[in-house]
């Protein structure tokens, strides 16, 4: 933010932090406490709680009651942080220490200790995170855990249904549920070819026996020409198998996608369009470059992003 923005909003970001962390500990802070940042480092804020010896029940339970509260607040509003210079919350770790007072050490001395330990501990649940996200995701990938909801999309002349466009979801009870956390977590954990293959699998398996003339959208990316089972005699055999036409699928490619690498999405294009499928390019607008998108890649339908028609009557 600071890069793309400047000072004042890395500041106004950081009050959002502080803001957040002193809603989380709300009713536990007392007035010798202290919330403080520093760059020393890296970016950083540490909650400094003091409580005499005694306070046992405080140290057992609470402290970590009140770092899980802090980190539960990050997941629920963390996009108050970043608003209005992204839309996705940061993934900010968090992690707590215990150090007990030194009378023959100086207190910068344990302060730093403290510091440490508690980042070292942030970095440690970090990881361990990041690990059950990769074991979830895996999971998901292997069992195909996911659905395809079919939206019709309707010609406003004669208010008939032209064709469905594919929109995968992730398990409905977990925050894996919508397109953009399911591809948030594929970049993270190397999977995005394999999660993109899924996709287009489950898709076309839900679209057996699509009504004749209706158009099947698929999302997906440039890369799909590289998947062996989308590609030539073994692609027309799957086609074959679920009753559908080459002329009745629509490669679906985002504007954002297309524009980081045009010679790999005219390969794409081209190469599909011989076996007589058509090419959508989605999201045009919502990128810099959307003219030179479309007239680069001459695409067989524009789909303009909602930011430029909405409120039409």
Request: charged share 30%.
């Amino acid at each position: 933010i600071e890069r793309s923005y400047g000072v004042e909003a890395y500041r106004r970001a950081r009050e959002q932090l502080h803001a957040l962390i002193l809603e989380a500990c709300d009713g536990e802070l007392e007035e010798k406490d202290l919330v403080v940042s520093g760059e020393m480092e890296a970016d950083q804020v540490a909650i400094f709680l003091f409580r005499p010896r005694g306070h046992d029940a405080f140290y057992r339970e609470t402290l970590g009651q009140i770092a899980e509260a802090v980190r539960a607040k990050f997941l629920q509003s963390g996009n108050r942080i970043v608003y209005p210079y992204r839309r996705e919350a940061p993934l900010l770790p968090v992690g707590q220490a215990l150090v007990f007072h030194h009378p023959g050490l100086r207190e910068r001395r344990q302060v730093r200790r403290a510091v440490k330990q508690a980042r070292l501990d942030a970095e440690l649940n970090e990881r361990i995170e990041a690990r059950k996200r990769s074991r979830q995701f895996t999971d998901l990938v292997l069992s195909e855990n996911v659905t395809i909801l079919y939206e019709p999309i309707v010609n406003t002349m004669t208010r008939e249904i032209t064709g469905y466009e594919a929109l995968v979801r992730g398990p409905w009870d977990t925050d894996l549920h919508t397109p953009s956390a399911l591809f948030q977590l594929a970049g993270e954990t190397g999977l995005v070819f394999e999660l993109d293959c899924l996709c287009r699998r489950a898709a076309l398996r839900g679209a057996r026996g699509l009504q004749p003339g209706k158009l099947l959208f698929l999302n997906c990316l440039p890369t799909a020409i590289h998947d062996p089972a989308f590609r030539g005699d073994v692609l027309r055999r799957t086609l074959e198998e679920l009753r559908l036409r080459p002329s009745d699928v629509v490669f679906e490619i985002s504007e954002k996608e297309s524009i980081e690498n045009f010679a790999i999405f005219r390969e794409a294009r081209d190469y599909y369009a011989e076996l007589g499928f058509r090419i959508a390019l989605d999201d045009t607008g919502v990128a810099y470059g959307s003219l030179q998108a479309v007239m680069e890649l001459s695409p067989d339908f524009i789909k303009v992003d909602l930011s430029l028609i909405r409120s039409i009557d």
